[in-house]
């Protein structure tokens, strides 16, 4: 019986060569490196009241560009990625491009490598040109953040790849040949899915408590003093939001001040009579929402024992200034007794302490100081800063110059002290007696690698709230430490105010590729199709013969069927 199964038709052998050449060229795409790979860092995206701001895109794939100036007017800049170094940057220019609304496919703003969170040199001086590039990143900042723009932003650093790439795109755009499908040139491609809002962004407040010492053990009934500091920033890109003096500087002065009195409180015979309350708060560029929120989570004994309240905020820069804001007149006795007892302190540190009263409105949901959210609820409060007025809402809450190249170790020990110092005499009942409590040469006197160590940390770390989970590390690290130097920790965890609408993908991985014009492909493409006819005709010549190849390509004769 014949065997019905037949045998899979074998690829014919003339074939071979032809197939071989198409797999290796289908091998030089797919594995095809990019020029070079950088980190980027996207605008952020929001949304205030339901008003959308910042950058609504996030993939990128386009050719690159140098200038708005660099193309003809024919040239449609909607399909144009523009690498501009901050450095060079046109700010009047930029500010009429995003107003007016016209197009870009992308734009990628590169800063000068002293702007990375990763540079943690301690080196703090008076430099001038990078204090002008600071004060033009700060400006492009307040630019960005509240403009609505349609396509993606994102920040790089300058390093050699990346410069080398910018150099040789602005030399193409010189000679009058920007790069399009037509040119070639530098494609830059980051792949990026589309921004998702994140639902119900956690806020989380982290709280340490110091009992003073009652003759009957219950210390519930003493007076209580407040020390509190937002931990969170807010920036243009929160991925390098580290925020390391607005409030880096706050954190970790209150770390330390709760170190100092944890020793002073270990011993009975100097542990004083008043409790200590310290608050790691969250939300504070959006209003001081997460102070709000655990303020009206007190019982009302524990809200009327508070004899007031000091809000650490921005202690690190340079300078001998210091501020002291409230929301109660001057000339209210509470306030009074608090600034004569900084301004005693502060004379004899070298540094000066100025009073600032600033009215609140109870009917405005704005909030410019920390301490504004105690003094609604009629508690007696103060922000002491460097700052002599409030920054706008979401503006110098961890700006992209805010890192550690601003801030001074020196100035948060000063400030350290100024704090402890002043709150001491007043639990010990030493105003105006030059009592120094915490002097250098003493057992408790401030930690300079205390304060090192934390500062360092945190201007390595961006801490922007709707990013942060309920276990981020630096959340847990905050509360371990605070469990370290109080006697009770509590952790709450809250709802950001619904009028901040967040989006995510805040950074991703930029592709830089090299692609051949158009010209260039379509003569590619026709070499190889010459090649792979001569070839092919010439593998069936040797093989089969002519009249083989001449019949592959003869029409075959038409099949008539005849009417039946």
Known sequence: MANSQRRPAAL????????????ILVACVDFCDAVTVVDVYRLVQYDLSGVPFGSRLATLNHHAGSSFFASSSTVDLSRTVLMLPVRELDLDLIKEYIGQGKL????????????????????????????????KVSELERLLIHANIPYP???????????????????????????????????????????????????????????????????????????????????????????????????VALLEIARLF?????????????????????????NFNGTQ??????????????DYAICLNSLGSLGNELHLHVSKPPENTYIQQIFQGFSSVAEESGLQVGLKHKKINISSPRVAWEHEQFSRLRVTAATISELSTAPELLEGTGSLSDNRHSVSEASIIR??????????????????????????????????????????????????????????????????????????????????????????????????????????????????????????????????????????????????????
């Open 415 to 564: 400030s350290v002290k100024l704090v402890a110092e002043s709150v001491a005499r007043h639990i010990y009942s030493q105003e105006g007696k030059g009592t120094n409590i915490f002097a250098d040469d003493g057992s408790l006197a401030v930690n300079p690698s205390y304060v090192r160590s934390w500062l360092d940390l945190l201007s390595t770390t961006s801490r922007v709230a709707p990013f942060l989970s309920k276990s981020d590390p630096l959340i847990m690290a905050l509360q371990k430490e605070l469990a370290d130097h109080t006697a009770e920790v509590n952790v709450q965890h809250e709802t950001l105010d619904e009028t901040f609408t967040f989006y995510d993908s805040i950074s991703g991985r930029l592709h830089v590729y090299q692609v051949a014009s158009v010209t260039f492909d379509l003569l590619l493409l026709l070499v190889l199709g010459s090649y792979l006819i001569t070839l092919f005709s010439f593998l069936v010549i040797t093989t089969r013969g002519l009249d083989d190849l001449i019949s592959l390509f003869r029409r075959p004769p038409s099949r008539k069927v005849k009417a039946v």
């Open 104 to 135: 870009l496919g992308g734009l990628l703003l590169l800063l000068p490598p002293q702007f990375s969170p990763e540079k943690v040199e301690t080196a703090v001086g008076r430099d001038e040109d990078f204090d002008l590039l600071r004060n």
């Open 262 to 286: 944890s020793v002073l409180y270990s011993n009975p015979k100097t542990r004083g009579r008043y409790n200590l309350l310290f608050g790691l708060t969250s939300g504070g560029p959006y």
């Open 153 to 251: 932003v994102y920040f790089a650093f300058e390093d050699d790849n990346i410069n080398a790439v910018l150099a040789e795109v602005k030399r193409n755009d010189a000679s009058g040949q920007p790069a399009t499908a037509t040119t070639g040139g530098y494609k830059l491609v980051v792949a990026a899915s589309d921004p998702k809002k994140i639902a119900s962004p956690t806020i989380t407040n982290i709280q340490g408590w110091l009992p003073g010492l009652k003759p009957d053990g219950d210390s519930s009934q003493l007076p209580t003093i407040a020390i509190v500091a937002s931990y969170d920033t807010f920036g243009a890109a929160p991925a390098l939001s580290v925020g390391s003096d607005s409030n880096g500087s706050g954190v």
């Open 293 to 306: 929120k655990w303020l009206r989570s007190f019982d009302q004994r524990l809200r009327e024992s508070i």
């Open 12 to 23: 014919d052998p003339v074939y071979y060569p032809v197939v071989a050449l198409a797999l």
